[in-house]
């Protein structure tokens, strides 16, 4: 574990109420406890007992593991959290996993309106299949939602556009993209919507 997380490593940490989420640093690790900076109007957020989430980027993708608070020193303003080596999971060679993802949103063109829909999704962005070609220079604003009817809105940069033909002869075009302006709190719940996906296909 200590190859993997090291001082000053920048983290996210989702504690219970995804509102005190946060990006942070580790300040230590010593065998089965991090201790992690923190925010005081973060503070509350981190009681003793309670579980939270920890994000990081690695050499060979993203690691991501859950652990709960052991101690919270107000002064210093710094977390302790336990961890169990056994629960982390380092995920394959690449920093986002893409997820198959079949929902209709919508796409906003300057005053124009289209319904598309997706095809994959990831925290970086997302493949689509839509009616028109997009263009790669420019950003176009989409609103979506994962599991629950909060909307995520931000805006989509095609980087490539695959025109189809399909059964029924009608033409679509397939685009690959990422997002822009992409709120942390959004790209959290795209995290960790993309994590509990990846492991329920991996138990079934």
């Known amino acids: 574990m200590k190859k993997l997380l090291k001082k000053n490593q920048k983290i996210c940490v989702v504690p219970k109420d995804i509102k005190g989420s ?18 005081e ?28 608070v052991e101690k919270t020193d107000e002064n210093q303003k710094v977390v302790s959290a336990s961890f169990d080596k056994k629960t982390y999971d380092l995920l394959q060679r690449r920093e986002y996993t893409r997820i198959d993802f079949e929902k209709e949103f919508t796409l906003k063109d300057g005053e124009n309106e289209y319904i598309c829909s997706t095809i994959d999704i990831s ?28 909307p995520i809105e931000c805006f989509f940069r095609p980087i490539r556009v695959d025109e189809v033909h399909l059964k029924n002869k009608a033409v679509k075009n397939i685009i690959s993209g990422r997002f822009i302006a992409l709120k942390n709190i959004d790209k959290i719940a795209i995290v ?6 990846q492991s329920e296909n991996t138990n079934k």
């Open 22 to 39: 946060m990006s942070s640093k580790i300040i230590k690790t010593d065998r089965d406890i991090i201790e992690f900076e923190v925010n």
């Open 123 to 150: 925290a970086g962005g997302m493949k689509i299949l839509a009616d028109i070609p997009l263009s790669p220079e420019k950003d176009y604003l989409i609103e979506f939602s994962l599991e629950s009817n909060i």
């Open 192 to 197: 960790q919507f993309c994590f509990k996906k």
């Open 41 to 68: 109007k973060d503070l509350p957020y981190y009681s003793k007992g309670e579980p939270i989430e920890i994000f990081t980027v690695v050499d060979d993708g993203m690691l991501y593991f859950k652990t709960k």
